[in-house]
């Protein structure tokens, strides 16, 4: 990514950052996505980014973790709820409108057995 990542305690002080590999060697395009720091504990921190060049920067999520343990699991199951939360919307709408014309039928039957048709 064509950024620039600094990260500052509350003093201002520059926090070193190393690149890292991702938290599973699940991919080796993912050798350097990471950068593990050291902040004080309990204490705050400052994180800046920003472009460097005149590339537009393509779209990412930045995630700031105080541990990769089980993150990616995680990461996934965030995703899958995404997915499904929007196939449950769509399920839900077609199920509605069944259910309305499953009654607007059974109205008209009922209205056409009472005329005697």
């Keep these: 990514m ?5 990260l500052n305690d509350q003093t201002g002080r ?10 599973y060697g699940y991919s080796t395009s993912c050798e350097s ?4 720091f ?3 504990l309990g204490g705050g921190f400052t994180l800046k980014v920003t472009k460097t060049g005149i590339r537009i ?5 930045l995630i700031v973790v105080s541990d990769w343990y089980n993150m990616k699991d995680k990461l ?5 709820d995404h997915d499904v939360e ?3 919307t769509w399920l839900s709408i077609v199920g509605f409108l069944l259910v309305l014309s499953g009654a607007g039928v059974f109205t008209r039957n009922r209205v ?6």
């Design 2 to 6: 064509p950024v620039r990542i600094e």
């Design 14 to 23: 520059v926090i070193p950052l190393q690149p890292d590999g991702g938290p």
């Design 33 to 36: 996505s990471s950068l593990r």
């Design 38 to 40: 050291h902040a004080a």
């Design 57 to 61: 920067v393509p779209a990412g999520d």
């Design 76 to 80: 996934v199951g965030l995703s899958l």
């Design 86 to 88: 929007s196939l449950v």
């Design 112 to 117: 056409c057995h009472h005329r005697g048709e």
